[in-house]
């Protein structure tokens, strides 16, 4: 039951950061179509553009961690016993955790606090661009849990043939 949780969690935020992604880049193409070809832009395509990344930066930092995407220096966890190799990924998992969740709940409250702010071209909250440091880090905790004894054991990341951490180092 909760590898199928798991499995359509990654599904879903994969979907929504395609999404994401390709409306973004309609949009921003379609701007820079319209400038050439007409002299005018969309007043709101920058804007909007803007915002569509900052949620994509966010709901993908998660899967990002999960497949070890992050920057890490792991030589360290590497060199000593196993035992010992243990007791510092699982102090790396705990000090990752515990920033999730302070990043989360004080997110909140800056995103609370910006509720009556809005924006200059489209006129929504900021707190709804603000939103997606939460959504975020509540999102990398998740796949952060989600890894966790798989990393402290063994040390390894999830497993993806779309995402390979080593892979895309070495490019």
């Known amino acids: 039951m909760l590898e199928r949780i798991e499995r ?3 599904a879903c935020n994969r979907w929504l950061l395609i999404v994401l992604l390709l409306a973004m880049a309609c949009i921003v193409f379609a701007n820079v179509v319209l400038r050439y070809t007409t002299g005018d832009s969309i007043v709101w395509a920058e804007e909007v553009a803007r915002h569509m990344m900052i949620w994509v930066t966010f709901l993908g ?6 497949f070890g995407g992050h920057v ?5 966890h590497r060199s000593v016993s196993t035992r010992a190799a243990r007791v510092l ?7 990752i955790a515990g920033f999730c969740v302070f990043m989360t709940y004080f997110s909140v409250l800056y995103a609370w606090a910006t509720r009556f702010q809005t924006t200059a071209a489209t006129d929504i909250p900021i707190s709804y661009i603000y939103l997606a440091m939460p959504v975020g880090f509540a999102l990398m905790l998740v796949h952060l849990l989600f890894v966790a004894r798989n990393y402290i054991t063994a040390g390894d990341y999830a497993q993806s043939e779309e995402m390979n951490a080593d892979a895309a180092a070495s490019i």
Do not use: E, M, P
């Open 89 to 95: 990924r699982t102090i790396v998992v705990v000090g």
């Open 61 to 66: 930092a998660g899967l990002v961690l999960r």
């Open 8 to 10: 359509a969690l990654v």
């Open 72 to 76: 890490a220096i792991d030589n360290l």
